[in-house]
């Protein structure tokens, strides 16, 4: 006899497996149309199978007793246009399931930014203007693009590349300070079958918060993303006047983009002269 479905009783299983089958859907659509996503600018070469892909290598990077806590495939997108950073935790049969979910509009927040900083490399006029537009956006629609450029070839390719380093560098610093509050102990914490899903940054304290941007960008740096693109990134939000909602995604309300970018180039300093971070 056919009875309902009692969706109560759905396992954390099948909840994580819908969440991914959506993720692997977005990026199936994003690979047959040669780009990140269907709807992503040509403009930008970089996107969410560079997430995806630094993700795996920043991963690769950690002792086997610390790969043991991530997934396999620890980046994965959410289709949705606000900028954010979701970590995801779920017990099954005994063993926990960790990623990362990165929204559509963090892929745009950091390809813009990256594009807007090849433009203006002095970060003056042209980059404040577009700053401040992104800085109103509240995730209703796509982030705002930059206007098309007369460009020649040597140009475009130099601006290409310029972009896509500072893409992998946004990227591999945010993903590895995630993939350290795994190892760090901070954010959702599943009991029995539970999923747990949602952003931890907000809620972490200074030393916390400390502790894991060394420890992410030690593993970017490890993978080969230079962090100066990020410090480019936190910066950014220290010109956005006010702060948008959805800024403490990345950066804690009371910590400041300067001094995260100093961090990170003190990590960076360190690790390059063969001391500890």
Known sequence: MWRPLNRSRLSARSRCLRLCLRCGLALLLARAHGQSHPDLDPAYTAGFATVMRLGVDLRA???APD???VHPMPVFLKTEFRPSVDLVEYRESGRT???VFVSLGFVDLASRIAHAAAIDPAREE???QLLAVWSQETGLRRLATLPAQLLSADEAQTM???IRSDFNSI????IGIHLAHFLLGHGPVAVGETTRIGPVTPALTLAQWNAALDKGAALSVGAGCAVEGAVMFFEAFD??????AWADQFL??????ADAGRRLLEVQRRLFSGEEP
Request: a positive charge; glycine letters at 6%.
């Open 67 to 69: 790969q043991a806590l």
């Open 252 to 257: 804690p309300s009371f910590a400041h983009g």
């Open 160 to 162: 290409a590349n310029a």
């Open 61 to 63: 990077r950690l002792p």
């Open 239 to 244: 010109r956005m006047a006010p702060r948008p």
């Open 171 to 174: 990227a591999g610093v945010i």
């Open 126 to 128: 042209r980059f404040l």
């Open 97 to 99: 399931n960790r990623a």
